[in-house]
Nanobody
Framework: QVQLVESGGGLVQPGGSLRLSCAASGSIFAIRNSGWYRRAPGKQRELVAS???????NYADSVKGRFTISRDNVKNTVYLQMNSLKPDDTAVYYCNALTENYNYWGQGTQVTVSS
């Protein structure tokens, strides 16, 4: 089993930055890849960024060049650095960890981009 604890959400002005953190515990060895999803009001949940065990990253076109996903293997933490934030980035952001047995999710953290 894997437990995910998210932090870093909040209110930020357009053009600002936030860094989301997802601290993992449990069967870390079983994690195949990790990612960040988000769900805006009235919209479906979408993949924002992902990172594989080998460090390969992928981004949604809407955030490419602005967001960066990274991983600290010592701290067992995945980060999402969000720069140049836009109002359309407003959503609940969810950390995800995929193992061979289950797809684990964090509780979600609210990101609101507004002036």
């Amino acid at each position: 089993q894997v437990q995910l604890v998210e932090s870093g959400g909040g209110l930020v002005q357009p053009g600002g930055s936030l860094r989301l953190s997802c601290a993992a515990s449990g069967s870390i060895f079983a994690i195949r890849n990790s990612g960040w999803y988000r769900r805006a009001p009235g919209k479906q949940r979408e993949l924002v960024a992902s990172i594989t065990r080998g460090g390969r990253t992928n981004y949604a076109d809407s955030v490419k060049g602005r967001f960066t996903i990274s991983r600290d293997n010592v701290k067992n933490t995945v980060y999402l650095q969000m720069n140049s934030l836009k109002p359309d980035d407003t959503a609940v952001y969810y950390c995800n960890a995929l193992t061979e047995n289950y797809n684990y999710w964090g509780q979600g953290t609210q990101v609101t981009v507004s002036s």
